[in-house]
């Protein structure tokens, strides 16, 4: 049990266009995801929290028009890159927690390797 | 605020040799201690936790770690590696709540054939 399923694993695309980035809890209902980004060979960075029905919580330093997260529904965190540029070629995680797990159970997606070009 | 300090950035071991790699952590509040494996390209898996009750904890793949709050460390062992032990391992804590976890920088372990 709690799976976390995060799509594209891999995306391509040019500078100045948008790609979005889903994470889906498939068999628990997630009120909170947080979304990573991890720079080669290093450690993943926190970028904001998204919790469902309401706005995001970003970390210092996260430009909140250019990394827009949605949570619509209890099972879909949505992550848009706009306008994306080469900087923004990164790998790029969730995480989610069933509500009732307790103090541990975070599950990660496999992540999105996101490259500019 | 929580800060984890992961001293080795790589390890390179023999294949069946121990192995130990070293979590420190800072936090003014209690804490909950994890590690994760990454393999290339991919996400996180969940090797063991530390929430409460027995300072030992034994995780998945033979590995095991030790909670000492008094050196506020929460190092990963491994009494004889495998060549598939080979990835980055991330020490990792959080406080109560829906809070996030707070990473290491990560220790590349390389196991040598």
């Known amino acids: 049990g709690a799976v976390v399923s995060q799509h594209p694993s891999r995306v391509i695309c040019k500078s100045g266009t948008s790609v979005k980035i889903e994470c889906r809890s498939l068999d628990f209902q997630a009120t909170t995801m947080f979304w990573y980004r991890q720079f080669p060979k290093q450690s993943l960075m926190l970028m904001a929290t998204?919790?469902?029905?309401?706005?995001?919580?970003?970390e210092q330093g996260v430009e909140k028009d250019k990394f827009l997260i949605n949570h619509a529904s209890l099972t879909l965190s949505t992550l848009t890159v706009t306008s994306a540029h080469p900087e923004d070629s990164s790998f790029y995680i969730c995480s989610a927690r069933p509500h009732d797990r307790g103090l541990g159970g975070y599950t990660f997606g496999s992540g999105t390797r996101l490259t500019v070009v | 605020a929580q800060s984890v300090t992961q001293l080795d950035s790589q390890v390179p071991v023999f294949e069946e040799a121990p192995v130990e790699l070293r979590c420190n952590y800072s936090s003014s509040v209690s804490v909950y201690l994890f590690w994760y494996v990454q393999y290339p390209n991919q996400g996180l898996q969940l090797l063991l936790k530390?929430?409460?009750?027995?300072?030992l904890v034994k995780g998945i793949n033979g590995f095991e770690a030790e909670f000492n709050k008094s050196q506020t460390s929460f190092h990963l062992r491994k009494p004889s590696v495998h060549i598939s032990d080979t990835a980055e391992y991330f020490c990792?804590?959080?406080?109560?709540?829906?809070?996030?976890?707070?990473f290491g920088k990560g220790t590349r372990l390389s196991v040598i054939a």
């Open positions: 530390y929430l409460s009750g027995s300072t």
């Open positions: 990792a804590v959080r406080t109560s709540g829906n809070t996030p976890l707070v």
């Open positions: 998204s919790n469902e029905g309401s706005k995001a919580t970003y």
